[in-house]
């Protein structure tokens, strides 16, 4: 059998998993984030939160719940790490430090699960479990409840700013979607393999009479919310490349579904929202097309494995676990960084130099490829309101999308959001490699040097949170600047899109005629696709020309 | 006021024959265009501030460390702000020329201005005879009196003070029947352009120059205090956000380039922000606004806002008057029905005497008629009769002879007279006859019914002439490609249900609203505009002012009321109501201008990249010579070419943003797929072509 047939055969496997749940669940999500019902359980929360869940929030007000609830994630989280030797189950563990402790926090908080310590080795169980975890939970919930809000925004039929309630949205995402699946998946992964206990750490004996400490712990439970939330931190510091966490090919691909379950969902929900299937199936589309492409270049690049060490080596085998091959490793490259997971089944500072480049450029797109849960969506709307903006011109109408027009207000929001994005990863990588202590912490030199710096920024700016291994990333000046990365690049984007969110909703809706845009159409999917490629293309092309493009071409 | 009825010289010209860009109209607009630079001016499109900017430091670049490199991209950095600035500057000067044309046809007029104090005079002299001083119409304040005589024009709004006479208001109002002006009571009020046809009356002028309709619209046509439009704004703020990315790509890269050990200078820096950023679409964005307006200029409408012609790029619904827009504003007389009993040959020899005195075209056209289809009756003579004017209390017309009185009119009025003469109301003449009007009504057409008495004998219907409403020619069409622009098409029409949708169906318009008064007019407008639907509708009356203000495009006929223009925010000259489709055509095609250029803008910046990014780094990585795909010849002049592509791309594309792109009406997909095919593919390829033709000739410069 050739290497090609398992590397589609899992590709084929994967697009039938998710071709059969995500309208499934899209349908659930639709109801979830409309529906004016609350579940007992979820009115205990808000008695506990003191929060009027039936209160249909400003989008200011609306954000201010966001930010809020997110400070309180990040002092806690920050309290967690300075104070968890004193906690129980902290299996020895001794205080972070303040500025590993701050980038764990934040980290956490904003989805992005960069992390900079082994987690095995610095983390007790109930900072793992009740800290971590619980932010795997309510981090993904949080994107969720504001991709849902704009939805919603787009969905009014005008009058005021109002844009749901963001409780209301937290609890029921939590709840209703991320518990109940992360749950069911937990236990098939236990069923195939992944460890879940409650040991501390075993000394082992090996077969070279050497001793081996192995670390058990809860760890199918947050491997499930890892991928469902598309939060990518690892219970173990190798991630999904551990034998403990992704035992077998099979958990290879039930992990890279979980990963894509929700942010495809997402976007199918959104046609749900705005009552137009034929929306959510269009930026759908879009997201598939991209990451179909990614997943086809990123397996060529690591099969035909180009470079003199895998010409050498005879394939590009470094860095990658025998169990999942090339391809498979390629797959979950792929998905894990055009979703914001940063999930890892390989190292991906050993992966070949354009591979390392799309993954890269994965990453760059925004994490709209499916992107993360919520933050995909959002992101993947954005682009599409640029792309009306544009393409809505060229038609002779002033740019609507769905009903709503784009105008000098509704523009400058947007501006901002493209902008953000771009200035704090562009400010971040100058920085990064003019400081001393920013190249204190890289590897290599020269291009590849680069690579790595540039790969964490990006990772960090678009809250991904996978790394090129061959940085340490451990010092405060890189915790100090991925931590600033990671907050600007998750809650000023966040800001800008509630906002938006809020002038859609007060607009009134224009109904659709021949003369409209139509953006459902194969051409609008094409549009948009090419507007997501060039935009990231032109604003990255000249660093990553310096970095993987140096080192594909040399 | 005076000549607007005449068509400015310039504007009369079809836009496509208009030569776009003159040599001698460049020369012209280079002092503006220089102007311009001042950065204050430039501080309205961040893009080209940017470049001026730009050109600025490298200026400084060149001069503390000269080079061959340095200084010709200095020139063309300079050059790509001059392109831009003139091309507003040309844009501008084309609605100065309009302006002056305008401007021209207010003198054209000259009044009689009464020497000497009115009130003195006219108790002493004969009114013929009042001492007069010619003077240009523009020279007339308030309060200055002017005599005019039959066939001359009113120089100015004013007021009768003495005198009778019957002025021909159609250039106002379109009601070609003359009407009685005189002095005292509420008919004294003369307007400005009205044609006096008898007698002679003197006038008080009421309005100063500089004050009248005309002069507004100069100050607007000339565009000196332009505000930029809603859409314009936004995609400027769009083009600044580009700008600003590769701002930071730029600065960022000259620190990724530093840590590569390929450290660049600030000229190549400097160059390569130039090429990126959006300059194309920045320098011809406000160019394209003001030419927009002047597209609209040159088919003699006069936009009140720039806003307007935006808002009529988004119409969704039309509403069209019928008479005068969907129909021939006059009636034909298309067949002649006669009832049973009556010979064709009397009907039209009736028909005929009634109307050969009557000179509206509907009765010209039974003349017509008759004359070419009953020669039997060609000696009939209408002379020693009485003509009876049509009066709106009686609805008919006639005509009186010695023993013998004919009259036509609406049936129920004509119904009524036969009826007073002791013809009884029912019989089966009546029920005939009512048949033949409701099959004339059927079809769209106007039942005219003839009756006849001779003698003092009863009255006796003889039967009906069928006007018919004659669809302009080409309507269909124009509506079809309405629909496929995605327009609803509204007829709006006083006449019943029933002739209403016959004409709707001939013409073939979407919707009719009959019996239409004015109140439903505003009700409908409001209606599709709840449902988030934007209106157009021309109008020309008074009553039409409420609907044209509430319209998002309400295009007012010159010759309507001064409360109607008042009320709409454009002007239709030439009183054209088909204009109304043409508006929507160039407030389309304004928009797909700015998307065009800008998808066109964004997309020529691939190319730029494979030119300078080889350039910037083959030294330090060899390996990068692999992007140089276009073989340019040397790194320094791949960036030249690369500058100067980007400058000259502005100057080729200035027509372009003059004339607006191509539009041709159909639906907003193909339009699309034509526009990414033409202008995104275009701007993709064209700048590789470019800028290796540009290599070809910039290698062969000595120093590069």
Known sequence: MSELAPALGQILVLVVLLAVSVPRLARHLARVYTSPKHLAVERVAYRALRVDPDTDQHWRSYAMSVLGFSLVGVLLLHAYGRLQQHLPLSLGSSALPADGSWSTAVSFVTNTNWQWYSGEAALGHLMQMSGLTVQNFVSAAVGMAVAAAFARGLAGTGGEERIGNFFADLVRGVVRVLLPLAFVAALVLVLIGVVQNFTGNADIRTLSDATQVLTGGPVASQEAIKELGTNGGGFYNVNSAHPFENPTPLSNILEIYLLLLIPFAMAWAFGLIVRDRRQGAAVLSVMALLLTVSVGLLTWAEMAGPGTAPELAGGAMEGKEVRFGTAGSALFGAATTATSTGAVNSMHDSLTAPGGGITMFNMMLGEVAPGGVGSGLYGMLMLAVVTVFLAGLMVGRTPEYLGKKIGQREIVLVACYVLVTPFILLTGIAVAITAGDGLAGLQESGPHGLSEALYAVTSASNNNGSAFGGLTSGTPFWNTLLGLCMLFGRFLPMVFVLALAGRFARQHHVPPGTGTLPTHRPLFVGLLTSVALVMVGLTYIPVLALGPIVESLS | ?704
């Open chain 2, 1 to 704: 006021m005076t000549a607007l009825t005449v068509k400015p010289k310039a504007g009369a010209k079809p836009a496509g024959t208009t030569s776009l860009l003159t040599p001698g109209q460049l020369r012209e607009a280079l002092p503006g265009a220089f102007r311009k630079l001042d950065p204050r001016e430039l501080a309205s499109t961040p893009v080209m501030l940017v470049v001026e900017i730009g050109a600025v430091a490298t200026t400084v670049l060149s001069v503390v460390d000269p080079s061959t490199l340095g200084w010709l991209v200095t020139a063309w950095l300079w050059l790509t702000v001059l392109f831009a600035t003139l091309a507003e500057s040309v844009a501008e000067g084309r609605g100065k020329a309009q302006a002056a044309s305008l401007r021209a046809l207010q003198t054209e007029t000259t009044a009689r201005k009464v020497r000497g104090s009115f009130d003195q005079l006219r108790n002493t002299t004969n009114l013929a005879d009042l001492p007069t001083a010619e003077v240009p119409s523009t020279q007339l304040r308030t309060g200055d009196v002017v005599v005019v005589a039959a066939g001359e024009r009113i120089p100015g709004d004013g007021e009768v003070i003495e005198g009778v006479a019957s002025v021909d208001e159609s250039a106002v109002t379109g009601e070609s029947a003359p009407v009685i002006r005189e002095s005292g009571g509420d008919r004294s009020a003369v307007t400005g352009g009205t044609v006096v046809l008898s007698d002679q009356v003197v006038v008080r002028i009421t309005s100063d120059p500089g004050q009248s309709f005309v002069d507004r619209m100069i100050a607007l046509v000339e565009g000196s205090e332009r505000q930029r439009t809603p859409n314009e704004i936004a995609l400027n703020v769009l083009l600044g956000a580009l700008t600003f990315v590769f701002v930071m790509v730029v600065v960022s890269l000259y620190f990724v380039a530093d840590y590569s050990g390929a450290k660049q200078s600030l000229l190549v820096l400097t160059a390569l922000l130039v090429c990126l950023i959006p300059t194309t679409i920045g320098g011809l964005l406000s160019a394209i606004g003001i030419a927009g307006m002047d597209r609209l200029v040159r088919r003699n409408v006069l936009a009140m806002s720039g806003r307007a012609v935006e808002a009529a790029g988004d119409v969704d619904v039309l509403l069209l008057d019928k008479t005068g827009t969907v129909t021939l504003g006059n009636r034909q007389a298309a067949e002649l029905l006669p009832v049973s009993g009556v010979s064709a040959a009397r009907l039209a020899e009736a028909a005929l005497l009634s109307s050969l005195a009557d000179e509206t075209p509907e009765g010209r056209s039974i003349v017509a008629l008759v004359r070419q289809d009953f020669n039997t009756v060609t000696e009939a003579d209408g002379s020693g009769g009485e003509l009876v004017a049509f009066s709106a209390s009686t609805r008919m017309s006639g005509l009186d002879l010695p023993g013998r009185r004919i009259r036509k009119g609406a049936g129920s009025a004509v119904a009524r007279w036969v009826h007073s003469t002791g013809t009884p109301a029912t019989s089966e003449v009546t029920v005939e006859l009512d048949a033949l009007v409701d099959r004339v009504s059927r079809t769209g057409g106007t039942p005219l019914v003839v009756a006849e008495q001779v003698g003092a004998g009863r009255a006796r219907l003889l039967g009906v002439v069928h006007l018919k409403d004659i669809v302009k020619e080409g309507m269909r069409e124009r509506f079809d490609e309405m629909r496929a622009m995605g327009i609803r098409t509204v007829m709006i029409t006083g006449d019943n249900a029933v002739t209403a949708a016959a004409i709707a169906e001939e013409a073939g318009v979407d919707d009719v609203l009959a019996e239409a008064t004015p109140e439903d007019k505003l009700d409908l407008i409001r209606k599709e505009q709840a449902g988030g639907r934007m209106v157009a509708m021309c109008g020309d009356g008074t009553n039409d002012a409420p609907a044209l203000s509430q319209a998002d495009v309400g295009v007012a006929m010159n010759t309507g009321t001064a409360a109607a223009k008042e009320a709409g925010n454009m002007v239709d000259l030439d009183s054209d109501p088909t204009k109304l489709i043409e508006v929507v055509e160039i407030g389309k095609q304004l928009l797909i201008t700015r998307g065009a250029l800008t998808t066109f803008s964004v997309a020529n910046d691939i190319a730029k990249y494979f030119a300078i990014l080889p350039a910037m780094f083959v030294v330090a990585y060899p390996g990068l010579d692999d992007l140089n795909i276009m073989r340019l010849s040397s790194p320094e002049s791949a960036i030249l070419s690369a500058v100067v592509f980007n400058a000259l791309v502005i100057v080729a594309l200035i027509p372009l943003a003059l004339r607006g792109v191509r539009y041709t009406p159909s639906s907003a997909s193909d339009l699309l797929r034509r526009n990414i095919l033409v202008y995104g593919l275009g701007g993709l390829v064209a700048p590789f072509v470019g800028i290796k033709l540009l290599d070809l000739v910039i290698s062969l410069v000595p120093g590069i």
